[in-house]
């Protein structure tokens, strides 16, 4: 069974920034894409960016040239550096997994940009 785990989330001023780790375990093989969604209050839950396992990104519109997506040094570990961050850039963010079939979520970790 392959679980996801995020961690750094957390309430920060607009024009801040945040970490997120997300890691996965139980998984033997490498991961060949992980990826970061979010959702906002009201909102259906949104692609922010993906890695796949040859260092390869994607990254939303919405965050280009402010998140930058990143495979971690251990295996199947994922970051997501959030800077000049926006009070719209509020919401929980979920890692996410998949492996043929096989897709996996975490719990997400909360994300408020306030002042």
């Known amino acids: 069974q392959v679980h996801l785990v995020e961690s750094g989330g957390g309430l920060v001023q607009p024009g801040g920034s945040l970490r997120l780790s997300c890691a996965a375990s139980g998984m033997i093989f490498s991961l060949p894409v992980m990826s970061w969604y979010r959702q906002a209050p009201g909102k259906e839950r949104e692609l922010v960016a993906s890695v796949s396992n040859s260092g390869t990104t994607n990254v939303a519109d919405s965050v280009k040239g402010r998140f930058t997506i990143s495979r971690g040094n251990a295996k199947n570990t994922i970051d997501l550096q959030m800077n000049s961050l926006k009070p719209e850039d509020t919401a929980d963010y979920y890692c996410?997994?998949?492996?043929?079939?096989?897709?996996?979520w975490g719990q997400g970790t909360q994300v408020t940009v306030s002042s």
């Open positions: 996410y997994a998949r492996i043929g079939a096989s897709s996996w």
